[in-house]
């Protein structure tokens, strides 16, 4: 089956360290996103990719790091200098069709980082 | 930066009663989009609204897209305890592959 996936599903680490949190995708879709959400701030963007070796920030970018060396693969790093780490991340892969039309975004169903 | 808001924050209604949230850009909106959230659960698309002024119908979930393509709306008629969860806009800006969530609308049914 086609799908997001996000692992692990549940993550916690000590305050300090770094932590990678993983997402693949088997849709051949081009864009990936990672978002934040904390309760009652809906998603935010944190890094987005178009395509292989190109990544953009978002709008709480700092803290954070990505990769994009595969298009199957856009893991988010959260580093020791996001000041509260803690929330639910959420990955989403867009098809993106040529006249972009085709915009639906597909979810991975999360991770909740708790640091301690 | 392009800002998506959304109102209201939280709704409680009894079942059978209907439920409207409100969504306003600081921009012009190539598309938005509609998502809902179980709680627990990943957001998961419901529908795309494209051209100025568009209504599309989902059974009981009447979608609407502004004049200007800086507001949306989403209704539901005669709610049910099923509905409950959490419904988020999202808008896209011409060319931009960057994807604005609102904040949601979170809906509780009262049986």
Redesign the interface.
């Known amino acids: 089956d086609g799908g997001i996936t996000q692992s692990p599903k549940y993550l916690f680490r000590k305050e300090g360290q770094n932590v990678t949190l993983s997402c693949e995708q088997n849709l051949n879709h081009d864009a990936m996103y990672w978002y934040r959400q904390d309760p009652g701030q809906g998603l935010r963007l944190i890094y987005y990719s178009q395509i292989v070796n190109d990544f953009q920030k978002g709008d709480i970018a700092e803290g954070y790091s990505v990769s994009r060396e595969k298009k199957e693969s856009f893991p988010l790093t959260v580093t020791s200098a996001q000041k509260n780490p803690t929330a639910f991340y959420l990955c989403a892969s867009i098809p993106w069709g040529a006249d972009f039309m085709n915009t639906e975004a597909f979810f991975g169903q999360g991770t909740r980082l708790t640091v301690v | 930066?392009q800002q998506v808001m959304?109102i209201p924050?939280y709704q409680h209604v009894q079942e059978g009663e209907d439920f409207t949230t409100y969504c306003n850009s600081s921009t012009t909106l190539?598309?938005i989009?509609w998502?809902k959230q179980r709680p627990g659960?990943?957001?998961?698309?419901l529908i795309?609204l494209?051209k100025s002024g568009e209504v599309k119908k989902q059974k009981r979930l009447t979608f609407q897209f502004g004049e200007a393509k800086k507001n949306s709306s989403l209704h539901i008629t005669a709610t049910q305890t099923t509905d409950v969860g959490t419904y988020?806009c999202?808008g896209?800006g011409a060319?931009s592959?960057?994807?604005?969530?609102?904040?949601?609308t979170k809906l509780s049914v009262i049986p």
Do not use: D
């Open positions: 930066g959304q924050q190539s598309n989009q998502y659960g990943h957001p998961v698309f795309q494209v988020f999202a896209r060319g592959y960057q994807l604005t969530f609102g904040k949601g």
